[in-house]
């Protein structure tokens, strides 16, 4: 086990974007010298998953450098060592996860949420958002430069959604089109 994970906001985080991963995974021991794990690995500089959220921020206009405008969340609370938690694991803490991410987008109220777990336990953001999947959601296949995203506007109280495959070695093509995106859906006027 990689130890509990409990999201991360961000000292002048106010109705931004909520960020969610799948998984933390490795050595996520909590509070070393006084700093708490996700305070310590948030906005790392390794990876995919950190560049793309600062580029997504530079392309908002949001700040790119601190990542302010951005909570960071995962679909799994409780990681593990190496890769992702299974089918096993994942069953077991998807109570404690759906309960968690619904939490998380109630007290939050981000304008987008940008899901980086595309094809990794569906359900639990399905859940959280209380949608049936294949049901009437109000979610769209978008297809951009031979890719395809699960994007959804804002709905009502709904924040708006871009439901994407990880960013880990994706090609450039791809993580352009996912900002595009996110660039749309924020600037959304029913999005203010």
Known sequence: MA?????????????GILYIGKATKGDFEDD?????????????????????????????GLDSENLSDVYWGN?????VLSGNPGSDLSECQRPLAVRTLRHEITVLQPRLIVCTAEGYNENFLYEAL????????GFVVESIAGSE???????????????MKHPQGKKREYLL????????????????
């Open 32 to 60: 070393v010298n006084g700093k708490p794990a996700a305070e310590r690995f948030f906005n790392g500089g390794r990876g995919g998953f950190w560049p793309f959220a600062r580029a997504m921020c530079r392309d908002l």
């Open 130 to 137: 209380e949608l049936v999947q294949d049901g009437d959601d």
């Open 75 to 79: 679909l799994c609370r409780l990681g």
């Open 3 to 15: 130890n509990l994970f409990f999201g991360h906001k961000p000292e002048l985080f106010d109705r």
């Open 177 to 192: 089109a996912a900002r595009q995106i996110a660039v749309r859906l924020w600037l959304d006027k029913n999005n203010l």
């Open 149 to 163: 995203f699960w994007v959804r506007p804002k709905v009502d109280h709904r924040p708006a959604v871009v439901w």
